[in-house]
């Protein structure tokens, strides 16, 4: 038994740290919601120039990425297409401005999420964000597989 091969798209995502705060955006395209700033590398980028690129085109801002988070690539991650992403841990000064496919860009502080947000969060982001909050709590990263078992578990929440 043979199987085809499936081409996921590659994008790369950032959270942006500015102060004790972190960028989100309101998706102005489907799927709506709210997210982490990111998107589709373009033909011939790496992860990081697509991760700076996507966060000047979404939020306004240069950002100077710190560290890798993990890398996301749950094939359900994404409604429109299997889609594996890098995410990345970023820093920035000033305030985001929505710009590209971005309704929205706005700061929230770690203590909103989820209940403070204006909306619900789009694809993983929920379990990203978790995967976040408790990497600066604890240091602990994601460990391979564990996104998987947490959404057949149904605990993709934060």
């Not at 995502?13 to 395209?29: Q, S």
């Not at 889609?83 to 706005?106: L, N, Q, S």
Request: hydrophobic share 40%; charged share 30%.
């Amino acid at each position: 038994m043979s199987r085809k091969p499936v081409t996921p798209l590659c994008a790369a995502d950032a959270i942006i740290e500015i102060g004790d705060r972190f960028v989100l955006i309101e998706r102005g395209n489907e799927p709506h919601g709210i997210a982490i700033p990111g998107g589709f590398l373009d033909l011939g980028e790496s992860m990081e120039q697509g991760a700076r690129r996507e966060m000047k085109e979404e939020t306004g801002l240069d950002v100077e990425l710190v560290e890798l988070l993990y890398i996301y690539s749950d094939p359900r991650r994404d409604p429109r297409s299997p889609v594996v992403t890098a995410t990345f841990i970023a820093r920035a000064e000033g305030e985001p401005v929505a710009g590209d496919d971005a309704k929205r860009a706005f700061l929230v502080h770690p203590d909103e999420i989820p209940d403070g947000l204006p909306g619900p969060l789009a694809f993983d982001h929920a379990a990203i964000l978790h995967d976040y909050l408790r990497f600066r709590t604890t240091g602990e990263r994601p460990k391979p597989g564990e996104m998987l078992a947490r959404l057949e578990k149904g605990m993709g929440q934060v």
